[in-house]
């Protein structure tokens, strides 16, 4: 089954800082994978994706992700966190084919102090 | 100019109660779909409709039925909710069932509270 990990529910980092938030995904074939970001009382909105082609993909707002093949992984980072990303974070991943549905993970939570 | 809409935003009710969400997409997108989201911010899909058609059914109870009346449009209806229905209901919209590499865009969600 479909499925993808996301190590820590909590990330805090300082502004500035490196933001670097983790991903993996369990699956034999190579998925389609999302990052996702929720602002507080907000839907969720697309931050970037990966489908096929670069495995470094960039985003909005200054984040980017790799594809990694080889770790099952797909790493979301931002050079330097801002307060205003506070958020939390989804990795998704979907797969091609009927009935496809976009399976979430746990979500990790950022937190940036000052 | 709200791509997704739900409405309400928020729904206060006692247990045993009827209650509907309703949700609308201005996008022209085929797809529309059902996510929860509970207290750990865990979402998980429960329902996905292509031009009116029910294409995911996940394991959710009986008590929650959508109906799409045309592709812009799928309501949420729960019947007799109980306690554990408490959550954060969100409507999304995808351009094609088929079309997997492409985004989904969320409503601002609906918060369900059952007392």
């Known amino acids: 089954a479909q499925s993808v990990t996301q190590l820590g529910s909590h990330v805090s980092v300082s502004e500035g800082a490196l933001v670097l938030l983790r991903c993996n995904y369990s699956s034999s074939v190579p998925p389609y994978l999302f990052w996702y970001v929720q602002y507080p009382n907000q839907g969720l909105q697309l931050l970037l994706k990966?489908?096929?082609?670069?495995?470094l993909v960039k985003g909005i707002n200054g984040f980017e992700a790799e594809f990694k093949k080889s770790e099952t992984s797909f790493h979301l980072t931002k050079p330097s966190a801002h307060m205003s990303d506070a958020a939390e974070y989804f990795c998704a991943v979907r797969y091609t084919g009927t009935a496809s549905k976009l399976t979430f993970g746990t979500g990790t939570r950022l937190q940036v102090t000052l | 100019d709200t791509a997704v809409s739900q409405t309400p935003k928020y729904l206060v009710t006692q247990m045993g109660n009827d209650k509907s969400i309703k949700c609308e997409q201005n996008l022209g997108h085929d797809t529309m779909y059902w996510y929860k989201q509970d207290s750990k911010k865990f979402l998980k899909i429960m329902f996905s409709?292509?031009?009116?058609?029910?294409?995911i059914n996940e394991t959710v109870p009986n008590r929650f039925s959508p109906k799409s009346p045309d592709k812009a449009h799928l309501n949420l209806h729960i019947n007799s909710l109980e306690l554990g229905d408490s959550a954060v209901y969100f409507c999304?919209?995808?351009?094609?069932?088929?079309?997997?590499?492409?985004?989904?865009?969320f409503g601002s969600g609906t918060q369900l509270s059952v007392l």
């Open positions: 999304a919209s995808s351009p094609r069932q088929d079309a997997t590499n492409e985004k989904l865009f």
């Open positions: 990966y489908t096929t082609g670069a495995t």
């Open positions: 409709y292509n031009n009116k058609e029910l294409i």
